[in-house]
């Protein structure tokens, strides 16, 4: 683990200290890619960084979790979709979030702080502070703050 974090360093765009890669994870286009402090990143998780991908401080990234950045253009049906641009779609994941796994996140999307992504969802929408979300579609199924009365 720490020599895969000391290799990483000098390929992300930023990374803190603390973060931890399992084994099999997998990167793409890393100088987009900016990581906060404690952070770990499961067995399996690939990470597509060509649009931007922002993690944030005490992320827990979980197992098989996917998360693309950009995807590709299909507005034109004269132009076969392999011939089409890609489109840059960043994805931005606040501090304290724990992502469960196998989760799809798309592009475009923010899971904001203190949140939770269920094992399996694929997450299209942003996701709100302290929300719990789950499910194809994600959708909101709890809040953090309930059990602890704020």
Same mark, same amino acid.
């Given at each position: 683990m720490l020599l895969r974090r000391f290799f990483y360093r000098f390929l992300f765009a930023n990374m803190g200290r603390s973060v931890l890669f399992y084994t099999g994870v997998y990167l793409t286009h890393t100088y987009g890619i900016k990581c906060g402090?404690?952070?770990?990143?499961?067995?399996?998780?690939?990470?597509?960084?060509?649009g931007g991908v922002? /993690?944030? %401080?005490? *992320?827990? $990234? !979980?197992?098989?979790?996917?998360?693309?950045?950009?995807?590709?253009e299909h507005d034109r049906i004269d132009v076969p979709m392999n011939s089409l641009n890609h489109k840059?779609?960043?994805?931005? /994941?606040? %501090?304290? *979030?724990? $992502? !469960?796994?196998?989760?799809?996140i798309k592009g475009g999307v923010t899971i904001s702080a203190h949140s939770i992504v269920g094992a399996g969802a694929v997450v299209n929408m942003d996701v709100p502070a302290y929300g719990i979300v789950a499910g194809v579609?994600?959708?909101?199924v709890g809040d953090r703050r309930e059990k602890h009365g704020f």
């Amino acid at each position: 683990m720490l020599l895969r974090r000391f290799f990483y360093r000098f390929l992300f765009a930023n990374m803190g200290r603390s973060v931890l890669f399992y084994t099999g994870v997998y990167l793409t286009h890393t100088y987009g890619i900016k990581c906060g402090g404690g952070v770990s990143i499961n067995t399996g998780a690939l990470i597509d960084g060509r649009g931007g991908v922002k /993690i944030g %401080d005490n *992320v827990m $990234i !979980g197992p098989y979790a996917i998360i693309v950045s950009s995807e590709h253009e299909h507005d034109r049906i004269d132009v076969p979709m392999n011939s089409l641009n890609h489109k840059m779609t960043p994805v931005s /994941i606040e %501090d304290d *979030v724990w $992502i !469960g796994a196998h989760v799809f996140i798309k592009g475009g999307v923010t899971i904001s702080a203190h949140s939770i992504v269920g094992a399996g969802a694929v997450v299209n929408m942003d996701v709100p502070a302290y929300g719990i979300v789950a499910g194809v579609p994600a959708r909101i199924v709890g809040d953090r703050r309930e059990k602890h009365g704020f």
